[in-house]
């Protein structure tokens, strides 16, 4: 883990789901906008956001296994400040990262190129982190974002599901499955791993992706009633801090405002009848946000007792 993620109890936000299921784009928004959808699932990703007098950006590389997957001792390198970084120089660089955590048994990332074509490790458990700190960030949180599950590839799929259940079985673990409305909740894994961790749902909130493409199927009233009993909390599958409508934007959407379109989505939810009895604070980032930090401040207290 990264420097903070060393501290046993500092709680750590933990984002898992199916590949695809949107966990990148939300990051993305979480963030700010770091262009976090040009790293691919097979990397975890650290995101540490600070509050601090001067703004900062760095990306470090993370590393407890070899070129063969056995441990070794913890270490933490640096790899790049990005506080100036345009977002193509920063996705270039978050590239690079992830491929030096595929290459463990270089040293010195400063002065050693990369393997032009393969990578030793397929997949890995070191991680790029990325710490996000200056005077605008309003919380002060700590996200992983874990491999999305992939069904096939069985040894990709072990892994991943290996790297969920390790991090989601420690109780300064807040879980963030992501859901996305175009499938079925039963055929996703994200429920399923959130409750063998955490059976009372007291530390986990769900998110509810790409409601954009379901809104204008307003006649499925089976599924939308599946996805807002979801948000609601109840129902079959019930999470006791509920669950988030979050819009990102599609790839020919990236230049439009994201809180503009999730308002706009937002809008034409709240038009349905069965979303019209959804609280209001179950729509969009800031009160998925306002709930994580809620919940990250509940759990330091606890375990600093």
Known sequence: MC???????????????????????????????????????????????????EPLRKISLSYIEDENHQPVSPREV??????????????????EAQRYIKNPSISDVQNTRLPPDSDELAFTKNAVCVTISGPDQIYSLSIIDLPGVVRNDESYENFALSLIKEYTKKETTILMPVFQATSGIDTQCAYRLAREADPTGQRTVGVLTKMDRIVDYPNDDEKHLELATLVKGQGEHKLVNGTYVIRNPTNSENYVDPDELEKETIRALKQLRIWRDIPHDRYGLQFLTIKLSELHRNLRERSLI
């Open 78 to 95: 640096e790899f790049a400040i990005i506080t100036e970084f345009d977002e193509e120089e920063i996705e270039e660089k978050l590239c």
């Open 3 to 53: 420097e903070m993620g060393l501290e046993e109890n500092i709680p750590t936000i933990v984002m898992f789901g199916d590949q695809s299921s949107g966990k990148s784009s939300v990051l993305k928004r979480l963030t700010g906008g770091l262009p976090l959808t040009g790293i691919r699932t097979l990397s975890i990703v650290e995101i540490h956001l600070l509050q601090a007098e």
